[in-house]
């Protein structure tokens, strides 16, 4: 049996970060990009998260997606200790709704970048993994555009139902 060595890590603090994190993994799925779904706490599995980002590249992972809710460290440590892109997902919190996830994400200092998609935005983490990989993935940016179209296609196709509900029903 072969194994297919994931190009994308998605990692979220909890597994309760999952159903967030899902929608990355489903969209790469979709453009054929594989990617590996793990726990990976800054908080209360430091030294895996070190470890997971030591070998991350070594494993042939070339972009990692972190999700974090709350006091959401874990893209940051994971950025400050590999050179690979990490795209942060501020997790949506009960409390405060997940703007603490985001400020916590997106305020990173000076020298350790972490790009940061909207709260709760799984989807646009995968696809943001996969239009950096397809900068080097001819075949890849062509399935990254046939997405893209069919997203347009049904957005069209949704403005143009809504349309002919407006207009409401044909007579004569
Ligand atoms: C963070 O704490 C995780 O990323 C998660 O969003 C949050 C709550 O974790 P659980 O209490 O649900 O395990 O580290």
Known sequence: MTTVSPRVGV??????DFPVLQAAVDVLGELGVPAELRVVSAHRTPDHL??????????GIRVIVAGAGGAAHLPGMLAAKTTLPVIGVPIPTQNLGGLDSLLSIVQMPRGI??????????L????LAAAILAVSDDELANR??????HQTSAVLDDAASA??????????
């Open 50 to 59: 070190f470890r997971y980002a030591e070998t991350a590249a070594e494993r």
């Open 11 to 16: 990692v979220g603090g909890s597994r309760s």
């Open 144 to 149: 990254l555009a046939a997405w893209r179209e």
């Open 124 to 127: 646009n983490a995968g696809l």
């Open 113 to 122: 970048p972490v790009a940061t998609v909207a709260i709760g935005n799984g």
């Open 163 to 172: 349309a002919d509900l407006t207009r409401g029903p044909v007579s004569g």
